[in-house]
């Protein structure tokens, strides 16, 4: 398991799968729209918000 950290400051926790098959795609953030991260192949990440910019926040999961 592995963090990443956009540059907003939110943070996503990334748990990657096997799939079989080849997938691409990037994930943007939530907050600020930014691409965290691409990928290409057949590991595929998903990503957890963890921990955010300081703002209000109804989200318990
Ligand atoms: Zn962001």
Redesign the pocket.
């Known amino acids: 398991m592995r963090t990443v950290t956009?540059?907003?400051?939110?943070v996503y926790e990334v748990t990657e799968t096997k799939v079989p098959f080849r997938d691409r795609d990037n994930f943007n953030?939530?907050?600020?729209?930014?691409e965290?991260e691409r990928w290409n192949g057949s590991t595929i990440p998903s990503f957890r918000l963890i921990a955010g910019?300081p703002e209000k926040s109804g989200d318990a999961e």
Do not use: F, H, K, S
């Not at 953030?29 to 930014?34: I, K, Q």
């Open positions: 956009c540059e907003c400051g939110a953030c939530d907050r600020c729209g930014e965290v910019p």
